[in-house]
């Protein structure tokens, strides 16, 4: 299967605690995107990298989110002090970042689900 | 403030007639937009894109229109299936160059095709 994974599909945390969480883009993609997405929303972006370069936050992105992407393959995204606001499904998506284009499509994984109690 | 909207939440069609999906947007400088086909519990699903210089791209059952004078484009799914029951996001970008062709979607059509 060569498409966008994510790791864990689910997870469950207490308030307070820290979670990571995986994914995997598609080979060869050298653009990774993060996104969250609510219940009767459409996803809100939250960050992107090109290779290992983390280019653009969203002011959505606060001081407790970080996001790496070490030698430009998979990423992680880090929530430390998990608050109840937090509970959403984090996406996340790839695409080529071939040079000179515009608009890409962005493919996208099956999400991270994050409930905090 | 909602750069792109979809006005109908929901949208209730019969099997094998035409499925017409709305987006509006608001800012002129997107040039690329998007359609995606999402399954509660799962990540949206690329249907179709169109980029500013076209008014039309077609790929099988799927045709989007954009009309750029009125900042509007539409899916159009023909005959509709009931597997094509789903929620249905719109998205836009903005221009290349070094912009970070971030998405920037609606809040969704809920698509129930009856049998």
Redesign the interface.
Known sequence: DTGVSQNPRHKITKRGQNVTFRCDPISEHNRLYWYRQTLGQGPEFLTYFQNEAQLEKSRLLSDRFSAERPKGSFSTLEIQRTEQGDSAMYLCASSPGLAGTGGETQYFGPGTRLLVL | DQQ?KQNSPSLSVQEGRISILNCDYTNSMF????W?KKYP??????LI?I?SIKDKNEDGRFTVFLNKSAKHLSLHIVPSQPGDSAVY?C?A?G???GA?????????TLLAVQP
């Open positions: 792109v040039d690329y937009f998007l995606y519990a799962e990540g949206p699903t690329f894109s980029s996001f998205a970008s221009a290349g160059g970070t062709n971030k998405l920037i979607f609606g809040t969704g």
